[in-house]
Protein backbone atom coordinates (compact mmCIF):
# COMPACT_ATOMS: atom_id res chain seq x y z
CA UNK A 1 0.00 0.00 0.00
CA UNK A 2 1.00 3.44 -0.80
CA UNK A 3 1.44 5.29 2.54
CA UNK A 4 0.72 9.48 2.42
CA UNK A 5 2.23 11.39 5.07
CA UNK A 6 1.30 14.95 5.61
CA UNK A 7 3.35 18.24 7.46
CA UNK A 8 2.97 19.46 9.69
CA UNK A 9 0.44 17.42 11.59
CA UNK A 10 -1.14 20.97 12.87
CA UNK A 11 -0.63 24.49 12.23
CA UNK A 12 -1.29 27.44 13.81
CA UNK A 13 -1.57 30.44 11.80
CA UNK A 14 -3.21 34.14 11.61
CA UNK A 15 -5.67 35.56 9.54
CA UNK A 16 -4.14 36.93 6.53
CA UNK A 17 -1.28 34.44 6.74
CA UNK A 18 -0.28 32.27 3.51
CA UNK A 19 0.39 28.82 5.01
CA UNK A 20 1.32 25.12 2.82
CA UNK A 21 0.77 21.78 3.49
CA UNK A 22 2.51 18.54 2.19
CA UNK A 23 2.07 15.56 1.69
CA UNK A 24 4.59 12.79 0.53
CA UNK A 25 4.02 9.28 -1.25
CA UNK A 26 5.84 6.65 -0.12
CA UNK A 27 5.98 5.84 -3.56
CA UNK A 28 5.75 7.54 -7.40
CA UNK A 29 1.96 9.03 -7.69
CA UNK A 30 2.46 11.04 -10.73
CA UNK A 31 -0.27 13.57 -10.44
CA UNK A 32 -3.01 11.40 -8.63
CA UNK A 33 -3.38 12.98 -5.63
CA UNK A 34 -6.65 14.88 -4.79
CA UNK A 35 -6.92 17.35 -1.84
CA UNK A 36 -10.03 18.14 0.78
CA UNK A 37 -11.62 20.37 3.14
CA UNK A 38 -12.74 18.85 6.65
CA UNK A 39 -15.10 21.03 9.22
CA UNK A 40 -15.69 19.58 12.34
CA UNK A 41 -18.68 17.89 12.32
CA UNK A 42 -19.39 18.43 8.36
CA UNK A 43 -18.12 15.97 5.57
CA UNK A 44 -15.38 16.72 4.02
CA UNK A 45 -14.98 19.12 0.46
CA UNK A 46 -13.14 18.75 -2.56
CA UNK A 47 -10.58 21.54 -3.69
CA UNK A 48 -8.17 20.09 -5.76
CA UNK A 49 -7.50 17.06 -7.87
CA UNK A 50 -4.71 15.86 -10.33
CA UNK A 51 -1.96 17.41 -7.65
CA UNK A 52 -3.37 20.65 -9.14
CA UNK A 53 -6.39 21.54 -10.86
CA UNK A 54 -9.03 23.16 -8.87
CA UNK A 55 -13.02 22.05 -8.33
CA UNK A 56 -15.09 23.78 -9.48
CA UNK A 57 -16.09 26.80 -7.45
CA UNK A 58 -13.36 26.54 -5.28
CA UNK A 59 -11.44 30.46 -4.72
CA UNK A 60 -8.13 30.30 -5.84
CA UNK A 61 -6.72 31.23 -3.18
CA UNK A 62 -6.74 27.24 -3.28
CA UNK A 63 -3.41 25.93 -4.68
CA UNK A 64 -1.73 22.79 -5.28
CA UNK A 65 1.37 21.36 -7.11
CA UNK A 66 4.06 18.85 -7.25
CA UNK A 67 3.74 15.04 -9.09
CA UNK A 68 5.39 11.94 -8.29
CA UNK A 69 6.23 11.91 -4.44
CA UNK A 70 6.18 15.48 -3.34
CA UNK A 71 3.14 17.51 -3.18
CA UNK A 72 1.98 20.78 -1.49
CA UNK A 73 -1.03 22.61 -1.06
CA UNK A 74 -1.15 26.37 -0.16
CA UNK A 75 -3.96 28.54 0.98
CA UNK A 76 -3.07 32.33 0.44
CA UNK A 77 -4.47 35.12 2.61
CA UNK A 78 -6.40 33.01 4.91
CA UNK A 79 -9.60 33.81 6.25
CA UNK A 80 -11.69 32.50 9.70
CA UNK A 81 -13.16 29.94 7.32
CA UNK A 82 -10.24 28.14 5.90
CA UNK A 83 -9.45 26.66 9.22
CA UNK A 84 -9.88 23.03 8.98
CA UNK A 85 -8.70 20.17 8.67
CA UNK A 86 -7.33 19.06 5.22
CA UNK A 87 -6.21 15.93 3.94
CA UNK A 88 -4.55 14.29 0.64
CA UNK A 89 -5.45 11.41 -0.63
CA UNK A 90 -3.39 9.06 -3.50
CA UNK A 91 -6.17 7.09 -6.42
CA UNK A 92 -2.86 6.12 -8.03
CA UNK A 93 -3.56 2.89 -6.80
CA UNK A 94 -5.50 0.43 -4.82
CA UNK A 95 -6.12 0.61 -1.93
CA UNK A 96 -6.33 4.42 -2.17
CA UNK A 97 -4.83 6.32 0.63
CA UNK A 98 -5.58 9.19 2.65
CA UNK A 99 -2.81 11.45 4.85
CA UNK A 100 -3.40 12.01 8.32
CA UNK A 101 -4.80 15.21 7.88
CA UNK A 102 -3.12 18.29 8.61
CA UNK A 103 -5.26 20.64 11.38
CA UNK A 104 -5.22 24.50 10.67
CA UNK A 105 -6.31 26.38 13.55
CA UNK A 106 -6.12 29.91 14.31
CA UNK A 107 -3.09 31.54 16.27
CA UNK B 1 -27.94 21.59 -6.65
CA UNK B 2 -25.89 18.86 -7.34
CA UNK B 3 -26.10 16.40 -3.77
CA UNK B 4 -25.60 13.22 -2.70
CA UNK B 5 -27.57 11.75 0.28
CA UNK B 6 -26.85 8.67 2.06
CA UNK B 7 -29.04 6.56 4.32
CA UNK B 8 -29.35 3.56 5.71
CA UNK B 9 -26.93 3.85 8.86
CA UNK B 10 -27.85 2.72 12.50
CA UNK B 11 -26.82 0.46 15.40
CA UNK B 12 -26.30 -2.27 14.46
CA UNK B 13 -24.76 -5.50 16.91
CA UNK B 14 -21.67 -7.41 16.05
CA UNK B 15 -21.99 -9.63 13.31
CA UNK B 16 -24.87 -8.36 11.52
CA UNK B 17 -25.93 -6.81 8.46
CA UNK B 18 -26.93 -3.14 7.14
CA UNK B 19 -27.09 -1.65 3.60
CA UNK B 20 -26.27 1.81 2.94
CA UNK B 21 -27.77 3.61 -0.30
CA UNK B 22 -26.40 6.81 -1.69
CA UNK B 23 -28.58 8.34 -3.85
CA UNK B 24 -27.64 11.50 -6.14
CA UNK B 25 -29.27 14.57 -7.50
CA UNK B 26 -28.58 17.16 -10.06
CA UNK B 27 -26.12 15.09 -12.07
CA UNK B 28 -25.89 11.72 -13.13
CA UNK B 29 -23.70 9.36 -11.42
CA UNK B 30 -23.25 7.22 -14.59
CA UNK B 31 -20.52 9.18 -15.38
CA UNK B 32 -18.64 8.89 -12.30
CA UNK B 33 -16.53 6.39 -10.93
CA UNK B 34 -18.43 5.92 -7.32
CA UNK B 35 -16.23 5.51 -3.77
CA UNK B 36 -17.27 5.04 -0.10
CA UNK B 37 -15.19 6.88 2.53
CA UNK B 38 -15.48 6.11 5.60
CA UNK B 39 -14.32 8.45 9.34
CA UNK B 40 -14.16 6.38 13.04
CA UNK B 41 -14.49 9.02 15.33
CA UNK B 42 -12.02 11.17 16.02
CA UNK B 43 -10.02 9.89 13.66
CA UNK B 44 -9.10 10.32 9.60
CA UNK B 45 -10.65 9.58 6.33
CA UNK B 46 -10.50 5.82 5.18
CA UNK B 47 -11.05 4.96 1.95
CA UNK B 48 -13.68 1.49 1.77
CA UNK B 49 -14.56 0.66 -1.68
CA UNK B 50 -15.11 1.92 -5.11
CA UNK B 51 -16.74 1.21 -8.72
CA UNK B 52 -16.32 2.19 -12.35
CA UNK B 53 -19.46 3.67 -13.76
CA UNK B 54 -20.72 0.77 -15.99
CA UNK B 55 -20.06 -1.32 -12.61
CA UNK B 56 -17.48 -3.91 -14.38
CA UNK B 57 -14.51 -2.72 -11.77
CA UNK B 58 -15.03 -2.87 -7.89
CA UNK B 59 -12.19 -2.41 -5.93
CA UNK B 60 -11.81 -2.63 -2.29
CA UNK B 61 -9.48 -2.01 1.34
CA UNK B 62 -8.40 -5.63 2.66
CA UNK B 63 -10.44 -4.45 5.92
CA UNK B 64 -13.31 -5.32 4.37
CA UNK B 65 -12.71 -7.67 1.37
CA UNK B 66 -15.51 -10.71 1.63
CA UNK B 67 -17.50 -8.65 4.11
CA UNK B 68 -19.11 -5.57 2.10
CA UNK B 69 -20.24 -5.07 -1.37
CA UNK B 70 -20.35 -2.24 -3.21
CA UNK B 71 -23.10 -1.98 -6.40
CA UNK B 72 -24.68 0.78 -8.36
CA UNK B 73 -28.29 1.75 -9.91
CA UNK B 74 -27.58 4.27 -12.76
CA UNK B 75 -31.13 4.14 -13.37
CA UNK B 76 -31.73 4.75 -9.93
CA UNK B 77 -29.07 7.26 -9.93
CA UNK B 78 -28.22 5.43 -6.97
CA UNK B 79 -24.74 3.84 -4.71
CA UNK B 80 -24.80 0.95 -2.41
CA UNK B 81 -22.77 -0.45 0.37
CA UNK B 82 -24.25 -4.12 1.73
CA UNK B 83 -22.23 -4.73 4.88
CA UNK B 84 -21.86 -7.87 6.30
CA UNK B 85 -20.05 -9.68 9.92
CA UNK B 86 -19.97 -5.95 10.68
CA UNK B 87 -17.04 -5.36 13.48
CA UNK B 88 -16.57 -3.02 15.88
CA UNK B 89 -14.39 -1.31 13.93
CA UNK B 90 -16.20 -0.83 11.64
CA UNK B 91 -18.07 1.72 13.26
CA UNK B 92 -17.76 5.02 11.51
CA UNK B 93 -19.51 8.16 9.19
CA UNK B 94 -19.85 6.60 5.81
CA UNK B 95 -19.86 9.39 3.01
CA UNK B 96 -20.46 8.45 -0.68
CA UNK B 97 -18.38 10.41 -2.84
CA UNK B 98 -18.75 10.68 -6.94
CA UNK B 99 -14.89 11.08 -8.25
CA UNK B 100 -12.94 13.38 -5.83
CA UNK B 101 -15.62 15.57 -6.67
CA UNK B 102 -18.76 15.93 -4.92
CA UNK B 103 -19.23 14.22 -1.09
CA UNK B 104 -22.57 13.14 0.64
CA UNK B 105 -23.30 14.19 4.25
CA UNK B 106 -22.72 10.98 5.91
CA UNK B 107 -24.58 8.31 7.93
CA UNK B 108 -23.20 6.97 10.99
CA UNK B 109 -22.79 3.29 11.63
CA UNK B 110 -22.21 2.30 15.06
CA UNK B 111 -21.59 -1.46 15.46
CA UNK B 112 -22.23 -2.37 19.17
CA UNK B 113 -23.89 -4.86 21.47
Keep these: ?107 | EVQLVESGGGLVQPGGSLRLSCAASGFSVSTYWMSWVRQAPGKGLEWVANIKQDGSEKHYVDSVKGRFTISRDNAKNSLYLQMNSLRAEDTAVYYCRASSMVWGQGTLVTVSS
Design chain 1, 1 to 107: DIQMTQSPSSLSASVGDRVTITCRASQGISNYLAWFQQKPGKAPKSLIYAASSLQSGVPSKFSGSGSGTDFTLTISSLQPEDFATYYCQQYNSYPQTFGQGTKLEIK
